[in-house]
């Protein structure tokens, strides 16, 4: 199965920036899109975006889009998602993910997932 590991957590202060990673396994003869979930503390896990796998095709979540910017580099199996202007409403456990589809992703049919890097924004 492939294997996802996130870094890159931490803490910010509002207005400040991050940028995720994800290390995956993934094996160019069986390519995966890519994505990103968070969960804050009393709610669901939610979608945050995700990538095809060349990267041609991105998906954000509507409290992101313009804020965040999803990324892949194949060659060393990476994934990113550059944060920008966090809000304190962005405080979440975030979580690599990865489907066969970009369309999977979307729809939260996960395949594998991440162990999880926590993001906690001040006011």
């Known amino acids: 199965q492939v294997q996802l590991v996130e870094s890159g957590g931490g803490l910010v202060q509002a207005g400040g920036s991050l940028r995720l990673s994800c290390t995956t396994s993934e094996r160019t003869s069986r390519p995966m899109a890519m994505g990103w979930f968070r969960q804050a503390t009393g709610k669901e896990r939610e979608f945050v975006a995700a990538?095809?796998?060349?990267?041609?095709?991105?998906y954000y979540a509507d409290s992101v889009k313009g804020r965040f910017a999803i990324s892949r580099t194949n060659a060393d199996n990476t994934m990113y998602l550059q944060m920008n202007n966090l809000q304190p409403e962005d405080t979440a456990v975030y979580y690599c993910?990865?489907?066969?589809?970009?369309?999977?992703?979307?729809?939260?049919?996960?395949?594998?997932w991440g162990q999880g890097t926590q993001v906690t924004v001040s006011s």
């Open positions: 990538i095809s796998w060349r990267g041609a095709t991105t």
């Open positions: 993910a990865a489907a066969s589809e970009i369309l999977r992703l979307r729809e939260r049919l996960v395949d594998r």
